[in-house]
C-alpha cells in the first residue's frame, strides 16, 4: 500500500506540474524567449547538447520529455527541434547515473521554496515575473512528484519477492528481461534498475547476462512509463512521448539481442572480461542512451511526418493554432498588421457557432462551445503575443503604431465577446429546457437567433470592410438597453408564476444578451472601411442617431 501511495501521489504531483508548466509557459511564449530557445537548439548538435544539459539537471527523460511537450504545445520550440533534445536528454541521465552529482530532492525543494515565497508575498516584479515564477513552482512540483515515485519505489531493492523471483529465473535471461521492465515502470527510473542489477550480481542472485537483461529490460520500462504519464494527451501533444517510447524500445532491442546470442552460442566473444560487472552495466547503461540516439540520428527529418501519422492533430488543436501568423511576417509591419486582421476574422468567424447547439434550425455543432471557446483562447494569445513581438521591434511607423494598437485592443474586446457569447449559449440551453410553455423558455430561441445574425453581420464587416455592411453592423447594434428593460417587465409580468430561478435566469440571460450587444457596438466603432490590404490609415466611419432611420427594413426587423 505504501508503495501504491507513493505511485499515486507522485504521479499526481507530476501531472499537476507538467500541466501547469505548459500553461505558464504559453503565457511566456514571447519573443525573446523565442528567440533565446531557437538559439538554444537551432542546430542538430546545439540541440543535442541542450537536451544533455536538461538531462543532467533534472535526473530525468521523463521531465525532460513533457518539458519539451509543453514548449512545443506554447509555440516556443518546433517539434523537429523538440526530438534531438529529448534523445539526448537521456545520455544526460547517463551522466547522472555515473557521477552523482545532483540530488533532484533539494532542486524540486528550492524550486518551490524561492517560487511559492516570491508568488505568496508578491515578489514578482510587479507582475512581470508571475508566470516565470509559475513556472519554476510548477517545475518544482514536476521534480517532486519524480522524487516521490522513485523514493515510494526505493523498498523494491530490498524486496524479497524480487529476489526470490529472480532465483526462482535461474539463469534465464527473459524473466530478468521482463522484472527490469516491470520495475522501472512503478519506479519510473532506470537507473533504480541498473543499481539493483549490480547489487544482486553483487551477492551472487544474477549472472552478468542476467544483469544486463535486467538493465535492457529497464530501457523498455522506461519508455513505457512514459507512455504510460502521456495516457491523457491526444494529438501533437503525444507526439515526444510516442518518439521516447520508440527510442528506448529500440535501445532495449538492440542489445537484447546480444545477450540472447551469447545465451545460445556461448563460443561468441563477449566484452564482458573488459572490466570489473558493476563498471560493465555502467556503461552498458550509457551505450543504451548514446546508441539510439546515433541510430535514429539520420532519420529524424523524416520523424515529424512518422509522429504526425501516429499522433494526428486533434480538432481542438487545429482550432487552436493560428492561420495567418508566422514569425517572418515580422519584418514588415503592414503585412503583420493586415494578418493580425485576418486572424481576428477567423475568430469572429467562429462566434456565431457558439450558438448553434441553442438555435432551432442550427445544425448540431461539431464541438462542444466550451472547447471552442478554449481553442479561442489560445489564438488570442497567439495574437496578443505577436503583437507585442512588433511593437517591441520598435520599427513600427506612427500610423503603424496606432493601428497596432487598435488591433490589440479588439483583441481583448473579441475575447470578452467570445466569453459572453460562450456564457450565454449555456444559460440559453438551461432556459430551453424549461420548455415552450415558460416564458423564459419562449425567449431564449429568439435571443439566440438575433445575436446568431449580429455575428455573423460582424464577420462580414470585419473581413469585407464594405461601408454598407459597417454602417448595418453599427444599426444594428445601436444601444437597445431600454427595449431589453421593457423586455424583462413584460416578462415579469406573464412569468409571475415562473418556477425556481426562472427570474434570475432571465434576468442573467438578457444581462448578457445586452452585453453582447454592447461589444460588438465597440467592435463595429473601430471597424476600417475599404478593402482589407488596403485598409491603413482608412478613415473611421461614426453612425450617429438620425441614420438610424436609414436602416434597411429587412435589418430593422432583425433587430427588432
Keep these: 500500500m505504501e508503495i501504491l501511495a507513493a505511485f499515486l501521489g507522485g504521479l499526481g504531483l507530476f501531472l499537476a506540474g507538467v500541466k501547469g508548466v505548459g500553461a505558464n509557459l504559453q503565457q511566456m511564449a514571447g519573443r525573446r524567449l523565442r528567440v533565446a530557445i531557437t538559439k538554444a537548439t537551432r542546430g542538430d548538435v546545439s540541440a543535442a547538447l541542450t537536451g544533455t544539459l536538461l538531462g543532467t539537471l533534472t535526473q530525468s527523460s521523463n521531465a525532460v520529455t513533457f518539458i519539451a511537450t509543453s514548449m512545443v504545445q506554447a509555440g516556443l520550440l518546433p517539434l523537429a527541434r523538440a526530438l534531438p533534445v529529448v534523445a539526448w536528454a537521456n545520455l544526460g541521465t547517463a551522466v547522472l547515473v555515473l557521477v552523482a552529482a545532483l540530488d533532484l530532492r533539494l532542486v524540486a525543494l528550492w524550486l518551490l521554496g524561492c517560487a511559492g515565497c516570491a508568488l505568496a508575498f508578491g515578489l514578482d516584479g510587479k507582475g512581470r515575473w508571475r508566470t516565470a515564477l509559475g513556472a519554476a513552482f510548477h517545475l518544482g512540483l514536476v521534480f517532486l512528484g519524480l522524487v516521490i515515485l522513485k523514493s515510494g519505489a526505493a523498498p523494491l531493492r530490498e524486496a524479497e519477492a524480487v529476489r526470490d523471483a529472480m532465483a526462482l529465473a535461474g539463469h534465464a535471461l527473459l524473466p530478468a528481461f521482463l522484472v527490469g521492465a516491470l520495475v522501472t515502470l512503478v519506479a519510473q527510473s532506470s537507473s533504480t534498475v541498473t543499481i539493483l542489477a549490480i547489487a544482486l550480481a553483487g551477492v551472487g542472485l544474477m549472472d552478468g547476462a542476467q544483469a544486463g537483461m535486467a538493465v535492457c529490460g529497464a530501457s523498455l520500462g522506461s519508455g513505457l512509463s512514459v507512455l504510460l504519464l502521456s495516457g491523457g494527451l491526444r494529438g501533437t501533444a503525444r507526439r515526444l512521448a510516442l518518439f521516447q517510447t520508440l527510442f528506448k524500445a529500440l535501445g532495449a532491442v538492440m542489445f537484447a539481442v546480444p545477450f540472447l546470442a551469447w545465451k545460445l552460442w556461448p563460443g561468441l566473444p563477449t566484452p564482458w572480461d573488459v572490466t570489473d560487472l558493476p563498471h560493465q552495466l555502467g556503461l552498458l547503461f550509457v551505450a543504451l542512451q548514446v546508441v539510439p540516439a546515433l541510430a535514429i540520428a539520420p532519420f ?166 464594405d461601408a454598407e455592411d459597417v454602417l448595418t453592423l453599427r444599426r444594428l447594434a445601436a444601444d437597445r438597453s431600454d427595449m431589453m428593460d421593457g423586455l424583462r417587465r413584460r416578462v415579469f409580468r406573464a412569468g409571475a408564476e415562473l418556477s425556481a430561478g426562472g427570474h434570475d435566469l432571465l434576468f442573467r440571460a438578457t444581462s448578457l444578451f445586452e452585453r453582447a450587444v454592447w461589444l460588438v457596438r465597440r467592435l463595429a466603432q473601430g471597424l476600417e472601411i475599404g478593402d482589407p490590404a488596403t485598409r491603413q490609415g482608412a478613415p473611421m466611419v461614426t453612425a450617429g442617431p438620425a441614420e438610424e432611420t436609414q436602416l434597411p427594413v429587412a435589418a430593422r426587423s432583425a433587430a427588432e
Design 300 to 465: 529524424m527529418p523524416l520523424m515529424p511526418r512518422l509522429l504526425a501519422r501516429v499522433a494526428p492533430a486533434t480538432q481542438e488543436e487545429a482550432l487552436a493554432r493560428p492561420a495567418f501568423l508566422y514569425d517572418q511576417a515580422l519584418e514588415d509591419a503592414p503585412t503583420a498588421l493586415a494578418l493580425v486582421q485576418r486572424e481576428q476574422a477567423r475568430l469572429l468567424d467562429r462566434l456565431p457557432g457558439l450558438l448553434d447547439g441553442v438555435r432551432q434550425d442550427a445544425t448540431p455543432p461539431v464541438l462542444p462551445a466550451a472547447t471552442v471557446s478554449a481553442a479561442g483562447v489560445a489564438v488570442e494569445q497567439a495574437i496578443a503575443t505577436f503583437l507585442q513581438s512588433l511593437l517591441g521591434r520598435g520599427s513600427c511607423l506612427e500610423a503603424e503604431l496606432q493601428r497596432a494598437v487598435a488591433l490589440d485592443n479588439a483583441n481583448s474586446l473579441i475575447g470578452a465577446l467570445r466569453e459572453t457569447v460562450a456564457e450565454l449559449s449555456g444559460l440559453l440551453d438551461l432556459a430551453l429546457r424549461r420548455g415552450e410553455d415558460d416564458p423564459v423558455g419562449a425567449l431564449a430561441p429568439a435571443l439566440a437567433e438575433a445575436l446568431h445574425l449580429l455575428l455573423s453581420e460582424l464577420h462580414d464587416a470585419a473581413l469585407s470592410g
